[in-house]
């Protein structure tokens, strides 16, 4: 009789003819909630993501995507090395890495157009071409709109400061900015900003949000940037939750690793650092980004990755087989990134100058397939072979492993609608 509608669907039509809306305006709307149903945001495979961002543009020869047949000038100086994932070979500096290879995707066919430091950069962290007009946000604040906010802890955190302008909010409210460690927790002494309250006060509540906006002016944003009072009171409610949850506090004590996990990691700027985050994730952060070293080698590219790399290497596969130990790593998505590749010849001060043609990038966990090569570069490792991977749509499968969808629309300034991500399609071949 009503035709797969329910009767109480049936009574909430005549309800609201009695309130002014007609039928076709009833249907109307409960497409409209189904719409913006569709756009919510729910976790996805990944509650959260370590993204470990190499400034300066690492090189995809002497990392990723070695060339050990090509002519010396395109092979470089290095040789490579068999992984645990069979005829997978990688630079003979990532000697750990090699033995988690089957839980990462190496994606040896990213490229984009962009050879300048800032806005290879900037396609990096937003998953947008630079724009005169608008600055948009990171993934890590794009993520912290899209979530609430969990056990106190801030969403998106850098390690050790925000690195970049590009690392930021964009058009989103400054209450999506990142909270910055605001040291390196590798140095001695080290401590996190602004997480004690002084003191010896003698009206506690204007105290707390005066310490409380202090601390956000020091390591989220300039106070002038709040976009109203609102959002200089959601800076308030994250850092004084921050400062007053012990669990929060906790989240950030290094101490409380044991000496042979501390050592497992690396006593060092890369160990401390990863170790760092996987602390933070499991205690609700969901979006950390982490740098390390400087990977601009134009002269003598040798030296330079045999000094930066063995840290970061010992550290990362730690960090995989941590979290894999822990039962993490299913939930926890981690990208290794950097600005663009480098040349496909060694250059005259035996290095290799920029080159976004073709790089490689690295995932693991989140619902990611471990164990597989996505893409190819050519045989000099100058262009993409095959499934090139545009930002875009690299962007868009993060977003979906996370249970954002990519395509959503956020306002900018002047009630201007932005896609969090234009254009980016889900590569379904990454996951599992």
């Given at each position: ?92 500096r990532w000697v750990q890495t090699a033995q988690v290879t089957d839980k990462l995707a190496i ?58 302008e590009f690392a930021g909010t964009g058009y989103l409210s400054s209450s999506f900015a990142p ?149 993490r790593l299913q939930d926890t998505m981690v990208c290794i990134a950097s600005e663009f590749g ?91």
């Amino acid at each position: 009789m009503f035709s797969g509608q329910s009767r109480r669907s049936f009574l909430h039509v005549g309800f609201c003819g009695g309130v002014g809306l007609s039928l076709a305006q009833y249907f109307q709307l409960k497409s409209a909630q189904a719409d913006i149903k569709q756009y919510e945001s729910k976790e996805g495979s990944a509650k959260s993501v370590i993204f470990i961002f190499l400034p300066g543009g690492m090189a995809h020869q002497e990392s990723f995507d070695p060339k050990p047949y090509a002519p010396i000038e395109y092979r470089g100086p290095m040789s490579s090395i068999q992984t645990n994932v069979p005829g997978v070979f990688i630079n003979e500096r990532w000697v750990q890495t090699a033995q988690v290879t089957d839980k990462l995707a190496i994606c040896r066919s990213m490229t984009h157009g962009e050879a300048a430091h800032e806005r290879g950069t900037h396609n990096m962290f937003t998953g947008y071409r630079p724009s005169p007009a608008l600055q948009y946000p990171s993934m890590g604040s794009v993520v912290s709109h899209e979530f609430g906010p969990k056990n106190n802890i801030p969403q998106y955190i850098c390690i050790p400061s925000q690195p970049n302008e590009f690392a930021g909010t964009g058009y989103l409210s400054s209450s999506f900015a990142p909270f910055s460690l605001g040291s390196d927790p590798a140095a001695g002494g080290f401590s996190v900003q602004d997480l004690q309250l002084p003191g010896g006060v003698t009206d506690e509540r204007f105290t707390r949000r005066r310490r409380a906006l202090d601390a956000v002016n020091e390591y989220f944003v300039s106070k002038e940037k709040a976009d109203s009072l609102d959002a200089v009171d959601t800076f308030y409610q994250r850092a004084y939750g921050l400062i007053s949850s012990p669990q929060a506090r906790e989240a950030f004590d290094l101490s409380k690793e044991t000496d042979a996990m501390r050592d497992a990691y690396g006593r060092n700027t890369a160990g401390a650092r990863m170790l760092m985050a996987r602390r933070l994730i499991e205690a609700g952060a969901r979006f950390v980004t982490l740098t390390y070293g400087g990977w601009d080698m134009h002269d003598n590219i040798a030296a330079g990755m045999n000094g930066q790399v063995p840290p970061l290497d010992q550290a990362f596969a730690q960090l995989i087989r941590d979290l894999e130990a822990r039962g993490r790593l299913q939930d926890t998505m981690v990208c290794i990134a950097s600005e663009f590749g480098r040349t496909p010849k060694i250059n005259g001060t035996s290095g290799r100058d920029h080159w976004p043609k073709v790089f490689s990038v690295v995932m693991a966990g989140g619902g990611i397939k471990g164990g597989q090569v996505y893409g190819t570069s050519n045989s000099t490792a100058s262009e993409p072979e095959d499934n090139p991977l545009n930002v875009e749509d690299w962007a868009t499968t993060i977003y979906h492993c996370l249970g954002i969808v990519a395509d959503k629309e956020l306002m900018a300034p002047g009630d201007r609608p932005i896609e969090i991500v234009d254009g980016g399609k889900v590569r379904s071949e990454l996951l599992v």
